[in-house]
C-alpha cells in the first residue's frame, strides 16, 4: 500500500508565499517522477510542475518563475515553494508520484488566494 500525504495548503493574499511538501511512503520502489497538479472549480486538473529523479523540472508556464519544486530522493518527498501567488493559483493542489508503472495521488491541499 502507498500512501502520499501532502501539507501545506492555506490561505494567502495575493503576493504571498506558501509551500507545499508531499511524502511517500508504503510499498512504492523506483520512483520516477513526482510532481503536483490542480484543480479550479469548474475545470480540469491541470500540471503545475514534474520533476524527474535525476532533477530535471518541467512547469506550466503560467507559474514559471514563481513557483519551484525540488525533491529528496532519500525521503521520497516533493515540495513546491509558490511564490508571488495570485487569485488564480487558487485550486486544490494534487501530489502525483509515478513509481515503475504505477500513478499515485494525494488526497489534495487546499491553495486559497484572496485578499
Known amino acids: 500500500q502507498v500512501q502520499l500525504v501532502e501539507s501545506g495548503g492555506g490561505l494567502v493574499q495575493p503576493g504571498g508565499s506558501l509551500r507545499l511538501s508531499c511524502a511517500a511512503s508504503?510499498?512504492?520502489?523506483?520512483?520516477?517522477?513526482m510532481g503536483w497538479y490542480r484543480q479550479a472549480p469548474g475545470k480540469q486538473r491541470e500540471l503545475v510542475a514534474t520533476i524527474t529523479s535525476g532533477g530535471s523540472t518541467n512547469y506550466v508556464d503560467s507559474v514559471k518563475g514563481r513557483f519551484t519544486i525540488s525533491r529528496d530522493n532519500t525521503k521520497n518527498t516533493v515540495s513546491l515553494q509558490m511564490n508571488s501567488l495570485k487569485l488564480e493559483d487558487t485550486a486544490m493542489y494534487y501530489c502525483?508520484?509515478?513509481?515503475?508503472?504505477?500513478?499515485?495521488w494525494g488526497q489534495g491541499t487546499q491553495v486559497t488566494v484572496s485578499s
Open positions: 502525483r508520484v509515478q513509481a515503475a508503472i504505477f500513478i499515485h
Open positions: 508504503g510499498s512504492i520502489f523506483s520512483i520516477a517522477s
